[in-house]
């Protein structure tokens, strides 16, 4: 069995990072004017360098500058897309853990104008990342879907657009041109982050988006329709995947069940390159769905948790992945961690030498298995 020699590789991760204490520190110190934003930016460039020689170390293929200078793995990128605005009124998101519920208060979004692509967003941030390796930089933004799913019809104002078809036109457009500037820019490996792929396995979850106003029965294929209109002209140098989980705020969760509910059109319809996919306890369900995979796309099994410190055995890894090998070839696979250490900056509750523990088992394991 090869390693592979274009993303995703066989040994991968999700892209963010635990933040540094030097970049949290600057960031309350900008919040407070006691330092201004090139000196943030400066030290962010650091702790992204670093992090990148800390990946490179562990011998991963593909570096990510582990979102460090986003407060949210797609609040940051959803407000700056031309239409959007911030809006006043918090959302409340109950996250579940081993030890009981917590909540989560995003600032929320309203689309109050139609939606328009106004410049390449984190046009900087990969320019930068870039010039800090000579590996693959990887990118990650938000898919298409979080713009609908923050808030439902009920944050698009219907004097914008009175039918829905307009929206996830522009919608679409905007990525399309967005994905476009990326890849003038150098980018060949770009993530589309998509929670809502694997929420919508969770019947509760069905129905929020009913009481948003939508179908929960088949939202999944608007948002898959939508994600095709997208790459519909995608750059043919251009890796792209999408990742799905079920939250990840502080080592906490939103939404339980298996992908059997989408997997048919998800695997089947969706024109990505590969599937990150959060595999790391029971609440994911088994490995059965994967029968939907074709032979053209890959599957990366996030078999490592980055809610928890303690780290998984490698024959154990193992053994799974030979489940998973059932239902798609294990020359289709590869392993990853389920989800970023820290989709926001607060972070997961582990350690640094516990996330670099993580991602160096899951280099281990994937040279063990494909060599």
């Known amino acids: 069995m090869a390693p592979r020699t274009k993303p995703p590789f066989r040994a991968d991760h999700v892209g963010s990072l635990l933040r540094p204490r030097a970049v949290l520190d ?3 110190n900008l919040k407070h004017g006691r330092i201004t934003a090139s000196e943030l930016r400066e030290i962010e460039d650091q702790a992204i360098r670093d992090a990148v020689k800390m990946q490179e170390d562990i011998g991963l293929e593909a570096v990510t500058d582990g979102e460090f200078r986003r407060a949210s793995w797609h609040m940051d990128f959803l407000y700056q897309v031309g239409g959007v605005t911030r809006a006043h009124d918090n959302l409340t998101v109950r996250f579940h853990n081993e030890k009981g519920d917590l909540e989560f208060t995003p600032a929320a979004l309203h689309i109050t104008g139609k939606l328009k692509f106004e410049r390449c967003i984190f046009a900087d941030d ?63 490996y770009l993530q589309l982050d998509d929670t809502s792929l694997a929420y919508l396995n ?59 509910f989408v997997a048919e059109s998800l695997f089947n ?10 595999y790391d306890d029971a609440r994911s369900g088994g490995f059965e769905p994967l029968r939907f995979v074709p032979k053209n796309k890959m599957v990366v099994l996030g078999l490592v948790s980055t809610k928890r410190g303690a780290l998984e055995k490698k024959d154990e890894l193992k053994r799974r992945i030979d489940e998973a090998a059932r239902y798609v070839p294990l020359d289709q696979l590869c392993l990853s961690p389920q989800c970023g250490f820290s989709s926001t900056l607060e972070g997961n509750v582990l350690t640094v030498d516990d996330q670099i523990a993580k991602l160096r088992l899951v280099v281990e394991t994937a040279r063990e298995i494909w060599g």
């Open 269 to 278: 319809e969706l024109n990505v390159d590969g599937f990150f996919l959060e």
């Open 26 to 28: 600057a960031r309350e």
């Open 126 to 188: 990969f320019k930068f990342l870039r010039s800090t390796t000579g590996l693959t930089p990887k990118l990650s933004i938000p898919s298409p879907s979080m713009m609908h799913y923050r808030g439902g019809r009920a944050a698009i104002d219907e004097r914008i657009y009175p039918d829905l078809a307009g929206f996830w036109s522009d919608l679409a457009h905007v990525y399309a041109e967005q994905i476009a500037a990326l890849a003038a820019l150098g980018c060949a």
């Open 202 to 260: 969770d019947p509760a979850q069905r129905q929020y988006i009913a009481r948003l106003g939508g179908d929960g029965a088949r939202q999944h294929l608007t948002y898959i329709r939508t994600i095709n209109a997208a790459l519909a002209n995608r750059p043919p140098k251009m890796t792209i995947c999408t990742h799905s989980c079920r939250g990840n705020f502080r080592s906490s969760w939103v939404a339980s069940g298996g992908y059997d």
